[in-house]
């Protein structure tokens, strides 16, 4: 959770369509009662923003406001209940917002500036393991000066601040629904975001309304839009096809986005559209483990990995090849490990583990998540192990697990290599590198890389110009290409499916990739 000088436009969306003709749109349109019905297979954790880091942000956006926001096509953070936010100093140490005028939550009640102090205050009180309270470790402060101002004093400079508040991890909620030390537990949700939650089924829909209060920067195309929450993407295509939803969003398999783009025939009526994502998937190498130890072991595995054979026979080229952490469309994009290791070799890779003496073949155990990122997670282990055996230089074991129990043995260092996945919390180049490095990293593993931690991080972060700190991340990714602790495989398309009498679905995605689901509308003719 999320550009990219920045962003290159993230959220400047192809459209590929499947059905041929014009439209005529109308702002009468807009008011029509039917709901728009969206499918997803991203269902949220939780209600509470306090104890969320994860898809639940897809439900925050169109409920809850931010201080800020990223409207699409934006490359930078945009007011949202904030009038303006702006750092007070030139080192980026404290940050002012001004809220707008008239703010309200749903149910009436005045948002100012001690709810938003409230908001956030119990994000890092709370505590929730594996919570957002993370993404406010520079946070030292928020002090409140009359009702529209709030100011952020951190504990040192750190120009992606404005980021983290953009995130729905920021949601603003109302301190008398929700406590300050505990989170809300009535299954209820108050926000004052463009839509109210009507009424809320775990694991099936969530019902949401036009918020009659909301005063922020959405520009809202329609008056209702039900999410029905798929367990498979087949049953979300099938239900797509059979006109019980109109869209799709998240978790449409590579075969099925093919099927869409190429059968149109079959799937008359229909359209997709595709966006450069910005997630990526990558291996963690965890050198205390005796098997990839050493670093040529690492650099062999690099060298052999053949990330287009992999997109070509997985994802049927619905990702495309990444050679850095920080992905293509975010400022401080290289390529630096195709400039190190260039095209895959067996036998580079033989030489570079008899130099080192490594005996081969090496045994290696690669484990993933069976649950997580798609079905298609299995298939790509099982192609990695293919071109790892092929060069006869390694004997591979694969083994998965469900997300809840991959994640407590990652964080206790049993894998030796293992798949992620990272979906950014803003659209910026430090949200590639930073969670990855130091002692206490997201993934469990510490990589105590100085350089990268004390001098490259520090110093981009008095950068408030982000276009500014390409040549910086670079020399990160450099540090990690020599490290190999971190190899990056790919990165993502997103796909938008619908009916062809929906529109907007070409402007719902913000630079954070969660769906604006007020964009989208039912044409009035063709």
């Known amino acids: 959770m999320f550009n990219r000088t920045m962003l290159r436009a993230a959220a400047a969306l192809a459209s590929m ?26 269902a949220p954790s939780t209600l509470d923003p306090a104890a969320a880091w994860d898809s639940s942000w897809e439900l925050y956006r169109n409920v809850f406001q931010t201080l800020l926001s990223f409207p699409t096509a934006s490359t930078a953070p945009q007011p949202d209940a904030a009038e303006q936010c702006k750092f007070t100093d030139p080192t980026n140490t404290e940050l002012r917002c001004t809220l707008r005028e008239g703010l309200t939550f749903s149910n009436g009640h005045t948002l100012d500036a001690a709810a938003v102090k409230h908001s956030i205050d119990r994000i890092r009180t709370i505590d929730v393991n594996g919570g957002p309270n993370g993404l406010l470790g520079s946070l030292k402060e928020i002090r409140t000066e009359g009702p529209r101002t709030v100011t952020f004093k951190l504990s040192k400079p750190d120009a992606t601040f404005p980021f983290v508040l953009a995130t729905p991890a920021m949601a603003l909620v109302d301190p008398a629904d929700y406590p300050a030390d505990k989170l809300r537990e ?30 922020g920067f959405a520009d809202r195309k329609n008056d209702a839009v039900t999410i029905r929450y798929f367990k498979r993407s087949e049953a979300m295509v099938a239900a797509l096809k059979n006109r019980e939803i109109d869209a799709t969003y998240l978790g449409l398999t590579a075969e099925e986005v093919v099927d869409l783009q190429e059968k149109k025939e079959a799937n008359e009526g229909l359209q997709i559209v595709e966006s450069p994502g910005v997630d990526i998937r990558y291996l963690v190498f965890n050198p205390k483990d005796p098997s990839v130890r050493e670093v040529e072991v690492r650099q062999a595995i690099a060298q052999l990995i053949d990330r287009g054979e992999l997109i070509n026979k997985v994802y049927r080229g619905t990702a495309e090849p990444l050679y850095s952490m920080v992905p293509k469309g975010i400022a401080g994009h290289a390529t630096s490990f195709f400039d190190k290791y260039g095209d895959p070799s067996a036998a580079k890779a033989r030489d570079i583990l008899e130099e080192a003496g490594v005996e081969t073949p090496v045994k290696l155990d690669l484990w993933f998540t069976t649950d997580r990122y798609g079905s298609a997670t299995a298939d790509e282990f099982a192609e990695i192990k293919r071109q790892l055996e092929q060069s006869k230089l390694f004997e591979v074991t694969i083994q998965g697990k469900p997300w809840k129990d991959f994640q407590e043995g990652y964080q206790k260092g049993s894998y030796p290599v293992f798949g992620r996945g990272w979906f950014p919390d803003f659209p910026d180049p430090d949200n590639f590198i930073a969670p990855f490095v130091g002692k206490e990293n997201v993934l469990g593993t510490p990589y105590d890389s100085p350089e990268i931690t004390q001098q490259l991080l520090p110093q981009t972060r008095q950068l408030s110009d982000r276009g500014a ?58």
């Not at 109308?26 to 499918?39: E, F, L, R, T, Y």
């Not at 009535?186 to 099936?204: A, I, M, N, V």
């Open 469 to 526: 700190v390409s040549k910086k991340f670079e020399r990160a990714q450099a540090i990690l290409v020599e490290d190999v602790r971190l190899l990056p495989l790919w990165q993502g398309k997103i796909y938008i499916a619908s009916r062809e009498e929906i529109a907007g679905t070409e402007r719902a995605l913000d630079p954070q990739m969660i769906m604006q689901l007020w964009s989208l509308h039912r044409q009035t003719s063709w």
């Open 186 to 215: 009535d299954g209820g949700l108050t926000g004052s975001g463009p839509f109210t939650l009507e009424s809320y089924k775990e694991g099936d829909r969530a019902e949401l309304r036009k918020n009659t209060r909301y005063n």
């Open 17 to 42: 369509s499947l059905v041929t003709g014009c439209s005529l749109f109308s702002d009468d349109d807009a008011d029509g009662a039917q709901p728009i019905v969206v499918g997803t297979t991203s």
